[in-house]
């Protein structure tokens, strides 16, 4: 089988799931094996009662398009904040853009528009008032083309009362500016409900991986719900889970997950809490 990003995630589920049972199930990746008739992510069967489960992973953006406007901010912005000029002593700034503001825009435009919030920032800084506002940045486009403006939005919050010997803060990052979850839930149910109703089990789970801070499982569960009748393979599955990886592989958090399932009101009923490999809290 080869090895997938979901693997240990699913590996320390059944090491904890109905009271361990599961801990030493025969573990086949059905999807592994006939790539043509795509299935689910891992059937596991059980000894000695051989009862199977079909788990199936998926990770729920918190947006459309998140890992792809991710993909094109990334590189044109976050070098920003790698220059130490602008950093305001005894403030913290942090700079929002709005969520697709590069999508399907060429490399010139990218790297115009990340240069014209770099002179704002460097211009502006100093008299940025605190709390949260928003301001207009005048992007200037490549050659031959004409120039924009874009809305930033700022949040300026003092460090230990404003000392100016307090070292500075900035952060440059993206602002969501579209609600629209239910068409990231309504995609993800498409492609992966086929999956578990159609394979043989006694028992079907989805797991969806949330990466996010901001969004938050009761909005996930809320989705889902409102959309029972669109999806009547709903009714055949069991249950879903949600795995928190959040703080997942950062040098914060390590290898810290949480697995967390919910009932139709969005109330917590279980969990599991993992950290390098053990269970260190169950509830």
Same mark, same amino acid.
């Given at each position: 089988?080869?090895?997938?990003?979901?693997?240990?995630?699913?590996?320390?589920?059944? *090491?904890?799931?109905?009271?361990? *049972?599961?801990?030493?199930?025969?573990?086949?990746?059905?999807?592994?094996?006939?790539?043509?008739?795509?299935?689910?992510?891992?059937?596991?069967?059980?000894?000695?009662?051989?009862?199977?489960?079909?788990?199936?992973?998926?990770?729920?953006?918190?947006?459309?398009?998140?890992?792809?406007?991710?993909?094109?901010?990334?590189?044109?912005?976050?070098?920003?904040?790698?220059?130490?000029?602008?950093?305001?002593?005894?403030?913290?700034?942090?700079?929002?853009?709005?969520?697709?503001?590069?999508?399907?825009?060429?490399?010139?435009?990218?790297?115009?528009?990340?240069?014209?919030?770099?002179?704002?920032?460097?211009?502006?800084?100093?008299?940025?008032?605190?709390?949260?506002?928003?301001?207009?940045?005048?992007?200037?486009?490549?050659?031959?083309?004409?120039?924009?403006?874009?809305?930033?939005?700022?949040?300026?919050?003092?460090?230990?009362?404003?000392?100016?010997?307090?070292?500075?803060?900035?952060?440059?990052?993206?602002?969501?500016?579209?609600?629209?979850?239910?068409?990231?839930?309504?995609?993800?149910?498409?492609?992966?409900?086929?999956?578990?109703?159609?394979?043989?089990?006694?028992?079907?789970?989805?797991?969806?991986?949330?990466?996010?801070?901001?969004?938050?499982?009761?909005?996930?569960?809320?989705?889902?719900?409102?959309?029972?009748?669109?999806?009547?393979?709903?009714?055949?599955?069991?249950?879903?889970?949600?795995?928190?990886?959040?703080?997942?592989?950062?040098?914060?958090?390590?290898?810290?997950?949480?697995?967390?399932?919910?009932?139709?009101?969005?109330?917590?009923?279980?969990?599991?809490?993992?950290?390098?490999?053990?269970?260190? *809290?169950? *509830?």
């Amino acid at each position: 089988m080869r090895p997938t990003r979901e693997d240990p995630f699913i590996k320390l589920f059944l *090491s904890r799931y109905e009271d361990g *049972s599961w801990a030493e199930a025969d573990v086949k990746k059905p999807d592994a094996i006939d790539r043509k008739n795509p299935a689910v992510d891992q059937l596991a069967t059980r000894t000695p009662d051989g009862r199977t489960l079909a788990i199936e992973h998926t990770i729920i953006e918190p947006f459309a398009g998140e890992k792809e406007d991710l993909a094109s901010f990334a590189p044109a912005f976050l070098d920003i904040e790698k220059d130490a000029s602008l950093v305001v002593p005894g403030r913290w700034l942090e700079v929002f853009v709005p969520v697709g503001a590069l999508r399907n825009q060429p490399p010139p435009e990218r790297k115009a528009m990340a240069k014209s919030v770099h002179v704002w920032i460097e211009s502006n800084r100093l008299t940025l008032p605190l709390g949260r506002g928003k301001h207009t940045c005048q992007v200037t486009g490549p050659p031959g083309k004409p120039s924009f403006n874009i809305t930033l939005n700022v949040r300026v919050t003092p460090l230990k009362r404003g000392s100016a010997d307090e070292p500075g803060l900035l952060h440059v990052r993206r602002q969501q500016v579209d609600a629209n979850l239910g068409r990231v839930i309504e995609k993800a149910l498409r492609r992966k409900l086929p999956k578990l109703v159609n394979t043989k089990a006694d028992k079907r789970i989805l797991l969806l991986e949330r990466q996010h801070m901001k969004l938050l499982p009761e909005m996930m569960v809320r989705e889902i719900e409102a959309r029972r009748a669109s999806f009547p393979d709903l009714a055949h599955i069991d249950e879903i889970w949600i795995v928190e990886t959040i703080l997942y592989g950062t040098a914060f958090g390590g290898t810290y997950l949480r697995f967390e399932l919910y009932d139709k009101n969005g109330d917590i009923i279980r969990s599991y809490d993992f950290n390098e490999g053990t269970l260190i *809290s169950e *509830s």
